[in-house]
Each structure stands twice: as C-alpha cells, then as structure tokens.
C-alpha cells in the first residue's frame, strides 16, 4: 500500500508539474504575441492552450483512475482517461484548421512582419527550456510508476519543441533577411503536426472505448507467458481490452483434472503473477478447465 501510494503521488506531481508549466507558457507567449503578431508564435500559443487543456483533463484523469473500483463501477473508472483524450482530439483539430486557415490568408496577402521579433524569440526558449525540463520529470515518473497517462503528456510535450523551434526560425528570418513568408509556412507545419497527434490521439482513446483488442506485440507476449507455464497444458480464449492506462486480460488456461482445488489454483495464482510481472497494473482473470 505504500508503495502504491507513492506512485500516486509521483503521477499527481507529475500532472501538476504538466498544468503549472503550462499555465507559465500561455502567459509568456500571450505577451510574445502581441509583441511580434507572428502566426507561428500563435500556433505555439494554441498549442500551449491545448497542453493546458490535456494538462488538466491527464490530471483529472489520474486523480479519478485511481479510485478503486465500486458496485456501480465494477471494472474501475479508468475510461475516464478515455473520454477525456477524445474530446481533447476534437478541440486539437478544431484550433489546428483555425491556425492553418490563418497562416494561408497570410500567405495569400503577405503583410510585412511586425517588428520586435526578439521578444518572441526569447519567449521561445524558454518554452524550449521548460518543457525539456517538464519531459525529463514525466519519463522519470513514467518509468517509475509504469503510468501510461503521464508517458503520453510527455510525448504530446516533447512534440511541442518542433513548434518551437520553427517559430525561432520564422521570427529570426524575418528579422536578419525580411522574410516574411517563413512565418505563416512554419505556422501551417505546426498546425499539420497538432492535426496528425490529434488524429492519433482520438484513435486510441476512441479503441479503448469501444473495448478493442490491445496490439498484437501484447496479445503474443500474454500469450508467451502462459504457453509452457508449469502445470499448464494448453489455453484458449484469450480477449484483452485496454481502458486509459489499464489492460483487462482473460485467459482460460487448461489444467489437469485430477489435480485438487488447490493445486489447481496455486497454479492460477503463479500464472497470474507471472502475466502481472510483464504488464504491471494489468487486471487479470484467469479462468480454469480441466482437460
């Protein structure tokens, strides 16, 4: 109990890490807009907002995941990273066509770029800084308390240095060559680049609603684990699903008849410790016939 309540509390310092970061970034850009009017510090700024947005819905998430399962939620309330993750995807694909829409107005009728552009580019970097340090934390807890929801920010963020950088770009060749059009062609990229995530985000989390099958690699190494196991002659009936960070596996493995109840669950218990011991955090039943 100990130890689970430590990796609790990693994820909620990591969750909060994430929503205090961001909060910092949508001040600092906010300012850094109306100091340049660059589309591609817009782009960030949104993406930012977006971060805001999965920060607080990961965090909330976590927090409500982690109540224990009750009478009126029997399998747990892990879906709710789910239903979050789905509406984020949608409110990312809506500001990426708005930011798209806006770099191409500009291109059709380039404007000269407004000046100040060392502002923006200092706001940059710290973002740059920020989330490099706000990624490094994330992995750490990741590794440690194996939870997905907080690997997943962290990869959303480590996607956030992309439009970073193409922003520090766009502004210092606008500054140093009078480059205007760089600025909208990096905001159209980072407007693709929150559409693809988006897209790839609202598949998962629309899978694990609709209670897919977990990946093939997983199925196979469920499978490995209990082909071969000690007293174990043969399995079948395998269905996995996947609900926010949590795997559900049921297995029927097929044991010998003659043996007692008790040597017959001992092996049940061996078995289920073995699959835990590869996916920890997984929820298995295991069911057992007699052959």
Do not use: C
């Not at 829409?101 to 200092?122: K, Y």
């Not at 959303?156 to 520090?168: C, Q, W």
């Not at 559409?195 to 690699?217: F, H, K, N, S, T």
């Amino acid at each position: 109990m100990a130890a689970r309540g430590t990796e609790e509390r990693l994820n909620l310092s990591a969750g909060l890490a994430s929503v205090a970061v961001a909060l910092l970034l949508i001040a600092a850009k906010l300012w850094a807009l109306f100091q340049t009017g660059a589309l591609s510090v817009a782009a960030t700024l949104a993406d930012s907002a977006l971060d805001l947005a999965m920060s607080l819905g990961a965090l909330a998430a976590i927090a409500y995941a982690a109540r224990p399962a009750d009478d009126d939620h029997a399998f747990g309330h892990t879906a709710a990273e789910d239903l979050a993750a789905l509406a984020q995807s949608l409110f990312i694909l809506v500001s990426a066509a708005l930011i798209g829409g806006a770099a191409a107005h500009r291109l059709a009728e380039p404007a000269a770029m407004p000046v100040r552009e060392g502002a923006g580019i200092a706001v940059m970097g710290l973002s740059i800084v920020l989330t490099v340090a706000l990624v490094g934390w994330q992995r750490h807890v990741a590794r440690a308390t194996g939870n997905r929801v907080v690997a997943a920010d962290s990869l959303h963020y480590l996607g956030d240095l992309v439009p970073a950088l193409g922003a520090i770009v766009a502004l210092w060749t606008s500054r140093r060559f009078g480059v205007s059009w760089v600025d909208p062609v990096v905001a159209i990229g980072a407007a693709l680049l929150m559409a693809r995530g988006a897209l790839v985000i609202g598949r998962a989390a629309w899978d694990a609603l609709m209670d897919r099958a977990v990946d093939a690699e997983t199925v196979a190494g469920i499978e490995s684990v209990a082909r071969g196991f000690p007293g174990v002659r043969g399995h079948h009936d395998l269905r996995t699903r996947r609900s926010g960070g949590r795997v559900f596996i049921n297995l029927h493995v097929e044991l010998d008849g003659d043996q007692s109840l008790h040597e017959a669950h001992a092996i049940g218990a061996a078995l289920k410790r073995a699959i835990l011991a590869r996916y920890p955090g997984a929820d298995v039943i295991i069911h057992k016939d007699p052959v």
